[in-house]
């Protein structure tokens, strides 16, 4: 059974138009990620909520926002995606921040922009 | 920012071959994890080492973490077509998680 799930799997969007990322878990974890990933490349922390506290990556651009509105869910809204913002968006989320606590990922959302 | 450095980015082999993968940084990680993900999917976890000089074994996979557990290495024996993926080293800190660029590997029939 999937536990962290991310929707929808492939997203298309227009330059510019802004879209939204989903992100749910059934594990009750503490802490949720996002990921940006492209392609031949690590993924690249954007941003991460420990519980409801909102924790940013100083590289992440404005553009990027997130909301947390309960345990369960996490979104991240791109507000006006350039073409530089294709890329495979990954969801992780973690028990705690305490050390050796691994991460489990979703499956990804691949946005792609016209 | 802790930088995590894999080695080799590609790797193409024959089936029955082994192979040896290695994840290098500058600093001390508390713990590190080795993922491997497939192409339109996210990365799997495939195993945690916490202590300096962990030694763990999956099936025909072995991961050590070095003794100042600032690198490890995952060894693959007797390689197979199914071993196929990006295999991503991650390092854990109280707060986040550290990638790196992860080694390809192809293993061909």
């Known amino acids: 059974d999937a536990m962290v799930i991310q929707n929808p799997r492939y997203q298309v969007t227009q330059f510019g138009k802004p879209v939204t990322l989903s992100c749910s878990q059934t594990l009750n974890h503490n802490v949720m990620y996002w990921y940006q990933q492209k392609s031949s490349q690590a993924p690249k922390l954007l941003f991460h909520y420990y519980d409801k506290d909102f924790n940013n990556e100083a590289d992440t651009p404005d553009n990027f926002q997130s909301r947390r509105p309960n345990t369960s869910f996490c979104f991240l809204d791109i507000r006006s995606p350039g073409l530089g913002d294709a890329a495979m968006y990954l969801c992780?989320?973690?028990?705690?921040?305490?050390?050796?606590?691994?991460?489990?990922f979703g499956d990804g959302t691949r946005l792609s922009i016209l | 920012t802790q930088l995590l450095e894999q080695s080799p980015q590609f790797l193409s082999i024959q089936e029955g071959e082994n192979l040896t993968v290695y994840c290098n940084s500058s600093?001390?990680?508390?713990?590190l994890q080795w993922y491997r993900q497939e192409p339109g999917e996210g990365p799997v976890l495939l195993v945690t080492?916490?202590?300096?000089?962990e030694v763990k074994k999956l099936k025909r996979l072995t991961f050590q973490f070095g003794d100042a557990r600032k690198d490890s290495s995952l060894h693959i024996t007797a390689a197979q077509p199914g071993d196929t993926g990006l295999y991503l080293c991650a390092g854990a800190g109280n707060n986040d998680m550290r990638f790196g660029a992860g080694t390809r590997l192809t293993v061909k029939p």
């Open positions: 992780a989320t973690r028990p705690d921040r305490g050390s050796g606590q691994p991460q489990h």
């Open positions: 600093s001390v990680f508390s713990s």
């Open positions: 080492v916490v202590t300096g000089g």
